[in-house]
T-cell receptor, first 114, second 109 residues
Framework: EAGVTQSPRYAVLQEGQAVSFWCDPI?????LYWYQQPRDQGPQLLVY????????NSQLPSDRFSAVRPKGTNSTLKIQSAKQGDTATYLC????????????FGHGTKLSVL | GQQVQQSPTSLVLQEGENAELQCNFS?????MQWFYQRPGGSLISVFY???GTKQSGRLTSTTVIKERRSSLHISSSQITDSGTYLC???????????FGDGTVLTVKP
């Protein structure tokens, strides 16, 4: 069984540039999460979906960040105008609702904003 | 303040020594999990532990939900145990996790 796949693995931007991160969850997992993990800190939830619906995006900086999951499978997280403070690893995770299964994480996209 | 406090922040052991990692929660929780992360690697769930004690090989997790604490015990540490151990809590039955900042474990030969 394939795990959670993310791309790209690394991204380096200048401030003001845009970037998109892509996530392919484990097949059949209805819940998908995006976390932001600054260096030497734990992951912090940005947004999560159940199927194609956004369940909680309260921690997503809505002026510059957006996330979609149009068909309830793959998801894209976009930063419209990156800032140095966005430097972090962006992790995608998926799970199956109601099974008390653990979350499965991808390797993440390491973003550096110069 | 942080809802999930982990201690110690870092730990250095000689191979073969035991380790005890602590996690304390400032709010009530539904369940918690322990994760392991290598530098540059993804998070791997080690234990999903609503309450009680679970063991897997050399790892033992003990969680007391009503006291808002959990511990991870590593016996006879090995060099390959090195990495960051993160605990996370779930407040409602949504799978939405709040993480601590982790304990960085280094096991030396």
């Amino acid at each position: 069984e394939a795990g959670v796949t993310q791309s790209p693995r690394y991204a380096v931007l200048q401030e003001g540039q845009a970037v998109s991160f892509w996530c392919d969850p484990i097949s059949g997992h209805d819940t998908l999460y995006w976390y932001q993990q600054p260096r030497d800190q734990g992951p912090q939830l940005l947004v999560y979906f159940r199927d194609e619906a956004v369940i909680d995006n309260s921690q997503l900086p809505s002026d510059r960040f957006s996330a979609v999951r149009p068909k309830g499978t793959n998801s894209t997280l976009k930063i419209q105008s990156a800032k140095q403070g966005d430097t972090a690893t962006y992790l995608c995770a998926s799970s199956l609702t109601g099974s008390n299964e653990r979350l499965f994480f991808g390797h993440g996209t390491k973003l550096s904003v110069l | 303040g942080q809802q999930v406090q982990q201690s110690p922040t870092s730990l250095v052991l000689q191979e073969g020594e035991n380790a005890e990692l602590q996690c304390n929660f400032s709010t009530s929780l539904n369940s918690m999990q322990w994760f392991y992360q290598r530098p540059g690697g993804s998070l791997i769930s080690v234990f999903y532990n609503p309450s009680g004690t679970k063991q897997s090989g050399r790892l033992t997790s003990t969680t007391v939900i009503k006291e808002r604490r959990s511990s991870l015990h590593i016996s006879s540490s090995q060099i390959t145990d090195s990495g960051t151990y993160l605990c996370a809590m779930e407040r409602t039955n949504t799978g939405k996790l709040t993480f601590g900042d982790g304990t960085v474990l280094t096991v030396k030969p």
